[in-house]
Structures are given as C-alpha cells and as structure tokens.
C-alpha cells in the first residue's frame, strides 16, 4: 500500500513571508498523480495544486508551487507571500493506477498578522 | 460551481442502529467517493465509485457499504454503527480520478 507522511503537524508563518510545508510518500508506480487539498476552519476542502509524476516541470498556481523531487518521493508545496486567508489544514494526496488516493495526516498552518 | 451536498452536518446515532449518509452532486462527475476524516488520521478513503451501481473498496471499507443508482447521489451505510465510527465523513466528486476532487462540507456523526 502506498504512504503519505507529512512530518510537520503544525507550522506558522508571517504574513507576507513563505513557507514551505514537506510530504514524502512511498510507492512502486512510476506513474501517479499528486495533490495538495486545503481545509479552512469550518470549510469546504478545495484543491490547491495537482502534479501528474510524468512532468518533470514543477507546477505552480499563483502563489503555491510545489517541489517535485521523484526519486526523493517528495512533493512540498511552498506558500509565497502568505496571507491570512492561508491559514488552513493543508492535505498532501496520492492518486495511485489504481485509482486509490491516500492523504497525509495534514499541517495546520497558522499565519500570523 | 459544482456543488456538493451531504444531507446532514450533523448526526447522533446510538450503537447498532443503521445509518445512512447521503451525498448529491449536481455536475454530472463520474466519479464519487467517501471519506472518513479523524484526527492525526488524515483523510482516509472508505469507498469509491466510477460509475452508476459501480463501487470499489478503498482503503477502510470494514463495516460500511455504498449504494450507488443514480449518478448524482451516492450514499454510505452504516450497517450496525460502533462507536468507533464516530467521525467526520466526508463525499467528494471528480470527473476523472486524476481530475479535481469537489468535497462536500461533511457530516459529523456521534455514535453513542
């Protein structure tokens, strides 16, 4: 089975600063997909950012960028220029061939003003 | 925008009564799927679904099944609830598996 870790269950970071939250995951598939998925308090979760494995060329939306290292199985997702709408419960996800996502346990970001 | 509901955000249910959770989609998604959410848990996938009357186990499929006959609605039943599955459950749709998955906003379910 595959496995998501994300190793820091909270980070904090100044408003207008970055920061860069880790997932590492475990699997024997060459082709998958990845994804962070953000939680505001009380909130729909919503996708963040999604990376097909097959694309060296890391994806960006905005603000959010991952780090996509494939032989290092780690996917981060930095947060440029934070804002107060960014405090969330960020979930990193595994899309396996066989159509199984698995999630980490998730960061709780905190901006702080 | 896609939207996807859950029939109740909130539910108590004592042990062993049967319990059904219900999860609408409005954009025609192939694609449906139930979670469980728990604390230091993360995400868990209970069961998902490709297609009408189709359903796949997911990672924790142990004392729930799925019911799906219509394409826009898929539920999760509960057979004999346990107090260990108390939890936030939560429905998701997407038009592939590898597309985005539109979450619901959850039911939390107290089993006493």
């Known amino acids: 089975a595959q496995t998501v870790t994300q190793s820091q269950p909270e980070m904090s970071v100044q408003e207008a600063e970055t920061v860069t939250l880790s997932c590492t995951y475990d699997?024997?598939?060459?082709?998958?997909?990845l994804f962070w998925y953000k939680q505001p308090p009380s909130r729909q979760m919503i996708l963040v950012i999604r990376?097909?494995?097959?694309?060296?060329q890391n994806a960006t939306e905005n603000r959010f960028s991952v780090n996509f290292q494939k032989a290092a199985k780690s996917f981060s997702l930095k947060i440029s220029d934070s804002q107060l709408g960014d405090a969330a419960m960020y979930f990193c996800?595994?899309?396996?061939?066989?159509?199984?996502?698995?999630f980490g346990t998730g960061t709780s970001l905190t901006v702080i003003p | 925008d896609v939207k996807v509901t859950q029939s109740s955000r909130y539910l108590v249910k004592r042990t062993g009564e049967k319990v059904f959770l219900e999860c609408v989609q409005d954009?025609?998604?192939?694609?449906m799927f139930w979670y469980r959410q728990d604390p230091g848990l993360g995400l868990r996938l209970i069961y998902f679904?490709?297609?009408?009357?189709?359903?796949e186990k997911g990672d924790i499929p142990e004392g729930y099944s799925v019911s799906r006959e219509k394409k826009e609605r898929f539920s999760l039943i509960l057979e004999s609830a346990s107090t260990n599955q108390t939890s936030m459950y939560l429905c998701?749709?997407?038009?592939?598996?590898?597309?985005?998955?539109?979450f619901g906003p959850g039911t939390r379910l107290t089993v006493t």
């Open positions: 996800a595994f899309l396996s061939t066989g159509n199984q996502f698995y």
């Open positions: 679904s490709y297609d009408v009357k189709m359903k």
């Open positions: 998701a749709s997407s038009f592939l598996p590898a597309y985005e998955q539109y």
């Open positions: 699997t024997s598939e060459s082709d998958y997909y």
């Open positions: 954009m025609d998604h192939e694609n």
């Open positions: 990376q097909e494995a097959y694309k060296q």
